[in-house]
Structures are given as structure tokens and as C-alpha cells.
């Protein structure tokens, strides 16, 4: 804990998250033509993650009315070499005041306190402030991902599925080592994955955005190949009531690829997204994965901007 000009730094508390909510709310909706308004409830499941603790993971500065100023959240991956990812606010008015640069401090000491030697964050790319301010901390980019967004105002396109492919709800009851499975082999190669665990699954299901109907798996001859994970997001402030489908994970075995399961298993949970009012879908994919982005611009998934991920190594 420290103080400065009337500025404390302090421990995240389970208290603050309604305000950190805030934080995000006032900060995001500045400047992103996607912003949705996100309450505490939701940062409280999304920090309820064994991998997170409130007071060691979390930093905030406060006026000396209380006010919460910045706040800095780190996350520990399940990366080989450890790494860990860090997320920086501040509050618009307080930005350029040295405020960032006492957090992420923060987080690098906590962060290497605990065995990481590699901190990752991601920047969306109509920030280019946030994007000087870490390259100048020793931040380099690395790689991208696009976000794309589709409005649905209507069914999406039907194919028939390939005959050999069984669609079907995953049961979280019995078979998240079969989630752990899929995803896994399906990701493993991807840059900077961060495993999962039947625990780290554990904790996903308990959050308040997560929907069993919107995780569909495709078989082939009784064998689990592919999957598609959505989540809900339902805006706090939302004058047309249209809830956010966000698709989380969409993927096939390798072996298997190039056979149609993966749209198939898209059109699945889009078609299931509609029936259930959702008015918007939401997904990012790696700006090199030019066959995934086809297939989404095929069914009507635009870009509005990019997530730029970068890396600096101690």
C-alpha cells in the first residue's frame, strides 16, 4: 500500500467491483463502436476463476473521496513458460498523470513474484495511446486478432450437415473431459495457448454468461471432433433489448478439418442464437486464418476492428 498526493494504492477488494464496472463503462464507452455495458455481477463470475484472487490480482488507486482512480488486473496462463496477461484502466480524466505506469509497475512485481517472466495485454487498435504507451514500457507487438460482428436480423444460412456428423449439446455433468480434450488438441498449436483444466471449465460454467445450449460438439462415428462455444452477454443499458451472442471457441481435429464440420457446428449455434432472441453475434479470429475468415464473411460476419496482442519478456 502506498500514498501519494492524496492518490492510495491499494488491494482489490470483492467491494470495489461494482465500481471497477464503472471504471470499465466509463472508459470503454468512450471509444468503442461495440461497447456494452458490463455490471459488477459480471467481473465478480468472471473473477471467480481458481487462477484469480481479488486481493493479490488486482490493484486500484483511489482519490481521497474514495473514488477509484485506475485499477490494473493481472491473470496467470497456463503457458509453458509460465506467463501472464495484464489489463491496465484509468479513469479518462486522469489519464497522462502517471497513474498507468504505478499500476502496471504493480503488476509486473506481482506478477514476477510469482515465477512470470512473460507478460502479455491486449489492445484494441483504435486506441493508438494505449498502444505508445506499452510499447514504450517494452511491449512489442506480436500478433492480431479480428474482431467480427454480424446482426441478425434473420435465420442464418442452412446447408445440410455432412450425413456422418452428429450435432449435439455437450453434458457438462460427464463430459468436461471430453471439453478438455477437444479444446486442447484443437488449440495446442496456437500461439501463447493457455491450456485448460477441468477445473479452469469448472469455473467457466458457474459464470453468469455462460449457456449450456450454446455449447454444441460434432461427432463422427461416435467420436467427439470438433466444437462451438457461445456465450450471453446481456447489456445493463440496452434500448433495444438485443442480447450479444459471443462465440468463445469454434474448432475441429485437425484430422478432420476441411469436411464442413466447422460450419456446420457455426450454423448450429447461430441458428439456436436466433430462435432464442439474440440480435447480435460476435466472434475474433487470428488475423492469419484466412479460411476461418471466409467462411465467417460468408455468412454475413463483418470486421469493425482489431484486438493487437503484445509481449515483453524480463
Known amino acids: 500500500m502506498c500514498a501519494s498526493d492524496s492518490f492510495l494504492l491499494e488491494p482489490g477488494t470483492k467491494a470495489m467491483l461494482d465500481d471497477y464496472a464503472?471504471?470499465?463503462n466509463a472508459i470503454d464507452s468512450l471509444d468503442n463502436p461495440d461497447h456494452v455495458e458490463l455490471t459488477g455481477e459480471y467481473f465478480r463470475s468472471?473473477?471467480?476463476?481458481?487462477?484469480?484472487?481479488?486481493?493479490?490480482?488486482?490493484?486500484?488507486?483511489?482519490?481521497?473521496?474514495?473514488?477509484?482512480?485506475?485499477?490494473?488486473t493481472i491473470f496467470s496462463q497456463n503457458t509453458s513458460p509460465p506467463s501472464s496477461r495484464v489489463m491496465v484502466q484509468v479513469r479518462p480524466n486522469y489519464q497522462k498523470r502517471g497513474f498507468g505506469s504505478i499500476v502496471l509497475n504493480h503488476l509486473f512485481q506481482t506478477g514476477r513474484k510469482n515465477g512470470a517472466r512473460i507478460f502479455v495485454c491486449r489492445i484494441p487498435s483504435f486506441r493508438p495511446d494505449a498502444i505508445m504507451f506499452a510499447e514504450r514500457k517494452g511491449f512489442k507487438h506480436e500478433y492480431s486478432w479480428i474482431?467480427?460482428?454480424?446482426?441478425?436480423?434473420?435465420?442464418?444460412?442452412?446447408?445440410?450437415?455432412?450425413q456422418e456428423l452428429i450435432l449435439r449439446n455437450l453434458d457438462i455433468g460427464r463430459e468436461l473431459k471430453t471439453w478438455v480434450h477437444l479444446q486442447n488438441a484443437?488449440?495446442?498449436?496456437?500461439?501463447?495457448?493457455?491450456?485448460?483444466?477441468?477445473?479452469?471449465?469448472?469455473?467457466?460454467?458457474?459464470?453468469?454468461?455462460?449457456?449450456?445450449?450454446?455449447?454444441?460438439?460434432?461427432?463422427?462415428?461416435?467420436?467427439?471432433?470438433?466444437?462451438c462455444t457461445g456465450w450471453s452477454i446481456t447489456p445493463r443499458n440496452n434500448e433495444?433489448?438485443?442480447?450479444?451472442?459471443?462465440?468463445h471457441g469454434l474448432g475441429v481435429l485437425p484430422e478432420y478439418r476441411r469436411n464442413g464440420y466447422g460450419q456446420s457446428?457455426?450454423?448450429?449455434?447461430?441458428?439456436?442464437?436466433?430462435?432464442?432472441?439474440?440480435?447480435?453475434?460476435?466472434?475474433v479470429v487470428n488475423s492469419t486464418n484466412q479460411a476461418a475468415i471466409s467462411m465467417y464473411m460468408k455468412y454475413g460476419f463483418q470486421e469493425r476492428y482489431r484486438h493487437l496482442w503484445y509481449k515483453r519478456i524480463f
Open 147 to 162: 474482431k467480427m460482428r454480424l446482426e441478425c436480423n434473420k435465420p442464418p444460412k442452412s446447408p445440410v450437415p455432412p
Open 46 to 72: 468472471s473473477f471467480s476463476y481458481p487462477s484469480v484472487e481479488i486481493g493479490r490480482d488486482i490493484v486500484q488507486i483511489q482519490d481521497s473521496e474514495g473514488g477509484l482512480v485506475a485499477a490494473g
Open 22 to 24: 464503472a471504471l470499465y
Open 240 to 247: 433495444q433489448k438485443k442480447s450479444v451472442l459471443q462465440i
Open 265 to 283: 457446428l457455426l450454423l448450429e449455434v447461430l441458428n439456436r442464437a436466433y430462435i432464442d432472441g439474440y440480435g447480435i453475434s460476435e466472434l
Open 186 to 227: 484443437i488449440y495446442r498449436d496456437n500461439f501463447d495457448y493457455n491450456r485448460t483444466t477441468v477445473d479452469s471449465l469448472k469455473a467457466q460454467i458457474k459464470h453468469q454468461s455462460f449457456d449450456p445450449n450454446l455449447l454444441v460438439i460434432g461427432e463422427v462415428n461416435g467420436k467427439p471432433v470438433g466444437l
